[in-house]
Nanobody, 120 residues
Framework: QVTLVESGGGLVQPGGSLRLSCAASGDTYSRSVMSWFRQAPGRERQFVAAINLNDGGTRYVDPGRFTISRDNAKNTAYLQIDTLKPEDTAIYYC???????????????WGQGTQVTVSS
């Protein structure tokens, strides 16, 4: 079993930056890949970024503004978001699995999400 807890969300002005954290606990093998998805009101949950905790390999939907990283010693994955836009407003979810994929079905474990609101 794996537990994921997100933090770092909040209200940010357009153009600002934010770093989200996802603290993981539980079976290491089952969470060799960690990812971030987001869901805006009325929209489907979308892939943002993923990272392989073993080799650091990454995948992005928009590598220009998003940076995913990990600290294996802290069992934590991070998502840095720069140049925030109002359309980035969403609940950001952390997910874990064993495949470096971009679709929801490859991720077995999910956190509860953290709200990011971009507004002036």
């Amino acid at each position: 079993q794996v537990t994921l807890v997100e933090s770092g969300g909040g209200l940010v002005q357009p153009g600002g930056s934010l770093r989200l954290s996802c603290a993981a606990s539980g079976d290491t093998y089952s969470r060799s890949v960690m990812s971030w998805f987001r869901q805006a009101p009325g929209r489907e949950r979308q892939f943002v970024a993923a990272i392989n905790l073993n080799d650091g390999g990454t995948r992005y939907v928009d590598p220009g503004r998003f940076t995913i990283s990990r600290d294996n010693a802290k069992n934590t994955a991070y998502l840095q978001i720069d140049t925030l836009k109002p359309e980035d407003t969403a609940i950001y979810y952390c997910a874990a699995g064993q495949t470096l994929g971009t679709v929801r079905r490859v991720y077995i474990y999910w956190g509860q999400g953290t709200q990011v609101t971009v507004s002036s």
